[in-house]
C-alpha cells in the first residue's frame, strides 16, 4: 500500500517503555492505541539533526525566543497560508493548551462565558471551568459529507457574558476546515458582540484536500481578525508534542505584554530543544509533510472503506488531521469505546469530546497497525 517515499513511516521504534503516554495507557496489554494525538512516526532527519546540534553546543540554560524562532514561524506561514505576519506580534509558549488557558484569565473575568463548537479537544471544555469560567457549547451540525455550523442557536448562545470565541480551525474531532465565508460570518459575530476570537491553529498544515486550503481566521480582511490571537505549533505535523514548543500570534501591544504575568509564574519558558526542533520543522520540513499527507490520505481512504463495511458505523470523512471521527450510534452497542477496548482497540472516547457514541481514532501509524486496528474496529461491532 505504501510507496517507496513512504519508507519512513514503515519503520517506527518501538516506544514502549519510553514514557509515551499513548502506549503506556495499555501497558502489557494487547490493545493497539489509536487515541492520543501523536504519531508513532520518527521526526523528520532535518528535525533530529538541528536538536542534534543543539544537544552538542552542551548548554541549556535560560532560553527565550531565538532570534530565527518568529521569522521562521512567520515565512512557514506566508509560504504555506499566504498569511503575512509581523514576527513582533510572536509570543513562545509551551504548549497551545497552555495559550489557551492564558487566554481564558487574560480576556475573560470570572463567570464570563467562552463559546466552542463542540464536540470538540477535550481541553475546550474543561479549561475555561478551572479558570473559574464558563464554556458554553454550540454542537457543530452533520450535513452531507460535511459538518457545519448551526448559525440559529447562534444567537441564543450569546450573551453579554460572552468574552471569547475559541475555534478549533481545523477541527479537532471532525476535521472540519471552516471556509472563508464561515470565518466571516464568526468574525462579524465577535465584531458585533465585542467576543476576542482566539483561534487554534495546530492542525492547520495538515489539510489533506489540496483544492481546499487553510486560512488563518487572522489573516481576514475584518476588524474582528486584527483584535484575534491565534496559536500555532510544530507539533502535530512533525510530531514534537514532547518537546513543548508553540506560538500565539497576538496582535494588541498591551495584550502581549500581559500575556507571561497572565501565567501567574506556573507557565515554564520554552525549552532550547524545542526552539531548535520548531525553528528545523518550519524552515526545511515541508517535504516530510508533503509525504506525510500522501500517506494520511491513504489512511484515512482505508478507514473509510472499513467503516463503511461495519454495520450502524458511519463516518464524515475528514478534511484535515490524522483523526477519525466515527458515529458509533447505530451499531446498538452501549458503550462502543469499551467494545473496541475490549476487541484490542484503543482509540479516544466520544464523551470526553462532549458527544457520547463516538469514537475517535488515530490514524498516524503504520499502515500494517493500522490495518490490524481496522480488523480489531470490526471484531468490535460483530454481531
Ligand atoms: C486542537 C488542539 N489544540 C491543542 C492541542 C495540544 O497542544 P499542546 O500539546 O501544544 O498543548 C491538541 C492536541 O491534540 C489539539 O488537538
Known sequence: MTSPAHSDFDDCPDRRGTGSEKWDLWAGEDVLP????????????????????????GVFGYTHEPPDFAPALADHLRRLHGWEIDPALVVATPGVVTGLAITARLLAEPDDEILTFTPVYPPFL??????????????????????????????????PRTKLFWLCHPHNPTGTVFSRGDLLRLADLCERHGITMVSDEIWAD????????????????????????????????WNLAGLGCAAAIVPD??????????????????????????????????????????????HHAL?????????????????????????????????????CVAAGLGPSDGRDFGTPGFIRLNLACPTARLEAALGRLRQAFAQ
Not at 34 to 55: E, N
Not at 216 to 222: G, I, T, V
Request: some cysteine; aromatic content about 6%; overall charge neutral.
Open 253 to 298: 501591544a498591551t495584550t502581549k505584554k500581559r500575556w507571561r504575568p497572565a501565567g501567574g509564574g506556573l507557565v515554564p519558558m520554552v525549552n532550547p530543544l524545542g526552539y531548535a526542533a520548531a525553528i528545523a520543522a518550519w524552515r526545511q520540513g515541508d517535504p516530510w509533510r508533503r509525504d506525510l499527507l500522501a500517506l494520511l490520505r491513504q
Open 34 to 57: 489509536l487515541w492520543v494525538a501523536d504519531m508513532d512516526f520518527q521526526s523528520p532527519d532535518v528535525v533530529l539533526d538541528a536538536i542534534r546540534t543543539r544537544v552538542d553546543h
Open 206 to 237: 495538515l489539510v489533506l484536500d489540496e483544492h481546499l486550503g487553510h486560512v488563518p481566521f487572522a489573516s481576514l480582511d475584518h476588524p474582528a481578525a486584527k483584535r484575534a490571537i491565534t496559536l500555532v505549533a510544530p507539533s502535530k505535523t
Open 126 to 159: 474543561t479549561l475555561p471551568g478551572l479558570a473559574g469560567r464558563r464554556c458554553v457549547r454550540l454542537p457543530l451540525v452533520p450535513a452531507g459529507d460535511t459538518w457545519t455550523i448551526d448559525w440559529d442557536a447562534m444567537p441564543a448562545a450569546i450573551t
Open 303 to 339: 478507514t473509510a472503506a472499513a467503516v463503511a463495511e461495519i454495520p450502524g458505523l458511519s463516518m464524515i470523512g475528514a478534511q484535515a488531521t490524522y483523526l477519525a471521527w466515527i458515529d458509533c450510534r447505530e451499531t446498538g452497542v452501549a458503550d462502543p469505546y469499551a467494545a
